[in-house]
């Protein structure tokens, strides 16, 4: 299915919000890299699927009342075998949701040079706005982010990533490896162009990406479109 009519069967059935596994599989369309992730509805079938990605792998529950995933207990990381698979199977069934219950298996990313995260929201005035930060207490506490208005250019990329001042996490800080900025000015050009082309979106949030030396993942995504207008 392509991204348009995939808004638009979401809109259709009077659904604004993408589910982490919706969000990154429209990630994935548009070419960024995200870990390989299938949905599995029993116990059976969650083993199944972990043995053919092969471990470790992530176990998430998805439920549409269940938003921020890690603070109700429905990540479980680094699953190194089938008994570990079915043990985190059962904790997260017993995790309260009032909605349809589902369980995202997906590869377990390595360990990255630091979390990032990318967004986008939509301005009243300007229309979208494209985010950029470095995850964790930098973003929480120290609110060290970099905004631009969509469409971006590539200078404007590279630019919004150098101004933030946890950059010189990025580039090589206290031995560590360089972050491979190309593969972030990519992601934000990308995404510039998805909200440009479809309006409907409303929201992005890309939290957290993993970067590399080379490369990057996005583990979680959670994608917003607008209410459509009411037609008379
Ligand atoms: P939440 O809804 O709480 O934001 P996330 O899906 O972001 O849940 O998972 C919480 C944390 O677990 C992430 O910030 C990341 O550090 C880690 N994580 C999530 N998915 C993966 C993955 N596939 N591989 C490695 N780490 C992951
Ligand atoms: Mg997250």
């Given at each position: 299915m392509n991204i348009s009519e995939l808004i638009k069967k979401k809109l259709e059935s009077n659904q604004t919000v993408l589910t982490e596994f919706e969000s990154k599989n429209l990630l994935k369309e548009?070419?960024?890299?995200?870990?390989?992730?299938?949905?599995?509805?029993?116990?059976e079938e969650t083993v199944s699927i972990a043995k053919r990605i092969g471990f470790p792998v992530v176990l998430k529950l998805m439920a549409e009342d269940i938003v921020h995933k890690s603070d109700s207990g429905a990540v479980k990381l680094n699953i190194k075998n089938e008994e570990e698979?079915?043990?985190?199977?059962?904790?997260?069934?017993?995790?309260?949701?009032?909605?349809?219950?589902?369980?995202?298996?997906?590869?377990?990313?390595?360990?990255?040079?630091?979390?990032?995260?990318?967004?986008?929201?939509?301005?009243?005035?300007?229309?979208?706005?494209?985010?950029?930060?470095?995850?964790?207490?930098?973003?929480?506490?120290?609110?060290?982010?970099?905004?631009?208005?969509?469409?971006?250019?590539?200078?404007?990329?590279?630019?919004?990533?150098?101004?933030?001042?946890?950059?010189?996490?990025?580039?090589?800080?206290?031995?560590?490896?360089?972050?491979?900025?190309?593969?972030?000015?990519?992601?934000?050009?990308k995404i510039s162009d998805l909200v440009t082309e479809h309006e409907e979106i409303n929201e992005m949030d890309l939290n957290p990406v993993f970067i590399y030396e080379k490369g990057l993942i996005c583990v979680d995504a959670r994608i917003i479109l607008k209410k459509p207008e009411k037609k008379d």
């Open positions: 548009i070419g960024i890299p995200i870990p390989e992730q299938e949905l599995a509805i029993s116990k698979t079915t043990k985190a199977y059962d904790e997260l069934m017993k995790i309260p949701s009032q909605n349809e219950k589902s369980i995202s298996v997906q590869k377990m990313a390595s360990e990255p040079i630091t979390e990032l995260i990318i967004g986008m929201t939509t301005d009243a005035q300007f229309g979208p706005a494209l985010m950029f930060g470095i995850g964790g207490i930098l973003v929480e506490l120290l609110e060290d982010v970099s905004f631009r208005i969509a469409p971006i250019t590539e200078y404007d990329a590279r630019e919004q990533i150098h101004e933030i001042k946890g950059f010189p996490i990025l580039d090589g800080y206290r031995g560590k490896p360089k972050a491979d900025i190309d593969a972030i000015v990519n992601v934000l050009l």
